[in-house]
């Protein structure tokens, strides 16, 4: 059982920065892979970023050089630090957690409520 918080999002203007948070269950993200995605109204659920417990990254094409995800094991978080927001990037950001690193969000087990970043122009 994997309990995920999400928390840090909020209305920037586009070219603006935020930083979200996922606070995980103690010691998953040495045993998970963990995962951003997010859902803009009337769209599909994609893929943003994700880490695995060797700290290997990878991210969709949109964001590459703009966004960097991160983890902390010793605070059990995962972090996604955004730069140069655009209108576009506006979504319901979602962390999850799966047995491996993939870009597939059938293939993650648990999923956090999800936090609402929106960009303005």
């Known amino acids: 059982q994997v309990l995920l918080v999400e928390s840090g999002g909020g209305l920037v203007q586009a070219g603006g920065s935020l930083r979200l948070s996922c606070a995980a269950s103690?010691?998953?993200?040495?045993?998970?892979?963990l995962g951003w995605f997010r859902q803009a109204p009337g769209k599909e659920r994609e893929f943003v970023a994700a880490i695995d417990g060797q700290g290997s990254t990878s991210y969709t094409d949109s964001v590459k050089g703009r966004f960097t995800i991160s983890g902390d094991n010793a605070k059990n978080t995962v972090s996604l630090q955004m730069h140069s927001l655009k209108p576009e990037d506006t979504a319901i950001y979602y962390c999850?957690?799966?047995?491996?690193?993939?870009?597939?969000?059938?293939?993650?087990?648990?999923w956090g409520q999800g936090t609402q970043v929106t960009v303005s122009s």
């Open positions: 999850a957690a799966g047995p491996r690193l993939t870009l597939f969000d059938g293939e993650y087990t648990y």
């Open positions: 103690r010691r998953t993200f040495n045993t998970y892979a």
